[in-house]
Nanobody, 129 residues
Framework: QVQLQESGGGSVQSGGSLRLSCAAS????????MGWFRQAPGKERERVAS????????FIADSLKGRFTISQDNARTTLYLQMNSMKPEDTAMYYC??????????????????????WGQGTQVTVSS
């Protein structure tokens, strides 16, 4: 089992920055693929970013490239999402997620196509204009 706890959400003005963190605990070996999702009220959950620990390769949703960056600490137990030049449409609940993906299937993580089976409770991000 893997436990995930997000932090760092809050309110920011348009153009501002936030950094979200996700602390993983428990069987972190089973969390070699980690990612961020978000869901705005009345909208479907959408992929934001992912990282495959073994390769370090990352995925960022096309609409967020250039503004969002995903990273991990060296121990691979904390996941980060750096959000810059934020817009009101970035307002959403942001969720951290994790999965175990064997190396042979790593492209599923590196393209964020894998099924994530561990989820955090979410952290709210609000961007005002």
């Amino acid at each position: 089992q893997v436990q995930l706890q997000e932090s760092g959400g809050g309110s920011v003005q348009s153009g501002g920055s936030l950094r979200l963190s996700c602390a993983a605990s428990g069987d972190t070996y089973s969390a070699n693929c980690m990612g961020w999702f978000r869901q705005a009220p009345g909208k479907e959950r959408e992929r934001v970013a992912s990282i495959y620990s073994r390769s370090g390769k990352t995925f960022i949703a096309d609409s967020l490239k250039g503004r969002f960056t995903i990273s991990q600490d060296n121990a691979r137990t904390t996941l980060y999402l750096q959000m810059n030049s934020m817009k009101p449409e970035d307002t959403a609940m942001y969720y951290c997620a994790a999965a175990f993906v064997p190396s042979i299937l790593r492209t599923k993580c590196e393209t964020m196509r894998t099924d994530f089976n561990y989820w955090g409770q979410g952290t709210q991000v609000t961007v005002s204009s």
